[in-house]
């Protein structure tokens, strides 16, 4: 079955470490979404990408984050310098379309991967 | 900002009882709204999504409403197993999804 998949499932960084967590969404899935998930909370949103452009980078925390999907497909998220409360579990999520502004279709639920729990020390 | 909050947050039911969680949200203009299941350590599954135009879906035993006007849905699970003991998450889909924080449910044998 070839679902969301994400690696590593599990970081642990030292404080100030860069860190780099990929995403494999499903294949012809446009588009792709980063959410961090605290301890005891629901995931937030972090940033959102149409095939290969970011179209929406608002929750990004920090300057330290970046995510980028070069070719429309495998994504990434950098951590820099990593700081404790960074600690979370970083979920990735694929639907086949979202159509801003538009009538929401059948297309537009996502699937998400098991998650990247990244710990901080 | 949308603010969704699901209540309780937690609940503790024996073997065979009907759950009734609830999801509230504080803007109406949504296209959908999806229920998950969280299991420990685990990413999210998606149960039931509901669209806008809809009331409600349905699922074997679980039954989910939407009524948009009053920014609610409540998921129904019926004859509840202990295999249903997990946290159940709504997140109702404006530009993004915007999740509650969960109901985390356990099902006593």
């Known amino acids: 079955g070839a679902g969301v998949s994400q690696s590593p499932r599990y970081k642990v960084a030292k404080r100030g470490q860069d860190v780099a967590l990929r995403c494999d969404p499903i294949?012809?899935?446009?588009?792709l979404f980063w959410y961090q998930q605290a301890l005891g909370q629901g995931p937030e949103f972090l940033t959102y990408f149409q095939n290969e452009a970011q179209l929406d980078k608002s929750g990004l925390p920090s300057d330290r984050f970046f995510a980028e999907r070069p070719e429309g497909s495998v994504s990434t998220l950098k951590i820099q310098r990593t700081q404790q409360e960074d600690s979370a579990v970083y979920l990735c999520?694929?639907?086949?379309?979202?159509?801003?502004?538009?009538?929401?279709?059948?297309?537009?639920?996502?699937?998400f991967g098991p998650g990247t729990r990244l710990t901080v020390l | 900002k949308q603010e969704v909050t699901q209540i309780p947050a937690a609940l503790s039911v024996p073997e065979g009882e009907n759950l009734v969680l609830n999801c509230s949200f504080t803007d109406s203009a949504i296209y959908n709204l999806q229920w998950f299941r969280q299991d420990p350590g685990k990413g999210l599954t998606s149960l039931l999504l509901i669209q806008s135009s809809q009331r409600e879906q349905t699922s074997g035993r679980l039954n989910a409403s939407l009524d948009k006007s009053s920014g609610r849905s409540t998921l129904y699970i019926a004859a509840s197993q202990p295999g249903d003991s997990a946290t159940y998450l709504c997140a109702a889909w404006g530009y993004k999804l915007s999740f509650g924080a969960g109901t985390t449910v356990t099902v006593r044998a």
């Open positions: 294949s012809g899935h446009v588009s």
């Open positions: 999520a694929s639907s086949l379309a979202f159509v801003d502004g538009q009538i929401a279709s059948s297309y537009n639920e996502q699937f």
